[in-house]
T-cell receptor, first 113, second 116 residues
Framework: QKEVEQNSGPLSVPEGAIASLNCTYS??????FFWYRQYSGKSPELIMS????GDKEDGRFTAQLNKASQYVSLLIRDSQPSDSATYLC?????????????FGKGTMLLVSP | SAVISQKPSRDICQRGTSLTIQCQVD?????MFWYRQQPGQSLTLIAT?????????ESGFVIDKFPISRPNLTFSTLTVSNMSPEDSSIYLC?????????????FGPGTRLTVL
């Protein structure tokens, strides 16, 4: 069973702080990693993808990947109340013929003004 | 990214009936998937919709309960058959392999189903 683990939270940070969200995965063969943001009552929205070790930055978001440690993280700088949502980590798992995404249970982030 | 629409957006159904959910994408995509998200839970993959052949179901999901069609590269349907209250959930269509973003996977707005 391929697993993706996340702390369910909630993670509470004040406005302007850095929020750090973490994820570990069990399948060493995974090659693609994604972070989705899901607001209450809405569908998941892709915010970051990362495929190689190191950091990838996009605006206030930085994804970090360490395949040796099977660890992926998302940093949100200058957190805003509008960042309050559940963040889902997803890992691509290879199957016969094609790969599918396995999702963690998500971490709820609360940014207080 | 591809624009994905789902119909209906929500429905309330009686137990024992069936509901068909439609997913339409504005461009051709390689892969289409159906997920379920129960209240307060993460996403569970039901099946992969294969164009021109039978869908590939995940453990715990069967074709008789969740028949799926995919007649072309932009459209798929999921039917929830012989519904019970345990089928109350959000059903999400997801796509991957568009011309503009091959490796990334996107979700439709979802269908919120309540079974009484």
């Amino acid at each position: 069973q391929k697993e993706v683990e996340q702390n369910s939270g909630p993670l509470s940070v004040p406005e302007g702080a850095i929020a750090s969200l973490n994820c570990t995965y069990s399948d060493r063969g995974s090659q693609s990693f994604f972070w989705y943001r899901q607001y209450s009552g809405k569908s998941p929205e892709l915010i970051m993808s990362i495929y190689s070790n190191g950091d990838k930055e996009d605006g206030r978001f930085t994804a970090q990947l360490n395949k040796a440690s099977q660890y992926v993280s998302l940093l949100i700088r200058d957190s805003q109340p509008s960042d309050s949502a559940t963040y889902l980590c997803a890992v691509n798992v290879k199957g016969p013929g094609y790969s599918t995404l396995t999702f963690g249970k998500g971490t709820m982030l609360l940014v207080s003004p | 990214s591809a624009v994905i629409s789902q119909k209906p957006s929500r429905d309330i159904c009686q137990r024992g009936t069936s509901l068909t959910i439609q997913c339409q994408v504005d461009s051709q995509v390689t892969m289409m998937f159906w997920y379920r998200q129960q209240p307060g839970q993460s996403l569970t993959l039901i099946a992969t919709a294969n164009q021109g052949s039978e869908a590939t179901y995940e453990s715990g999901f069967v074709i008789d309960k969740f028949p799926i069609s995919r007649p072309n590269l932009t459209f798929s349907t999921l039917t929830v058959s012989n519904m019970s209250p345990e089928d109350s959930s959000i059903y999400l269509c997801s796509v991957r392999g568009s011309a503009s973003s091959y490796n990334e996977q996107f979700f439709g707005p979802g269908t919120r189903l309540t079974v009484l």
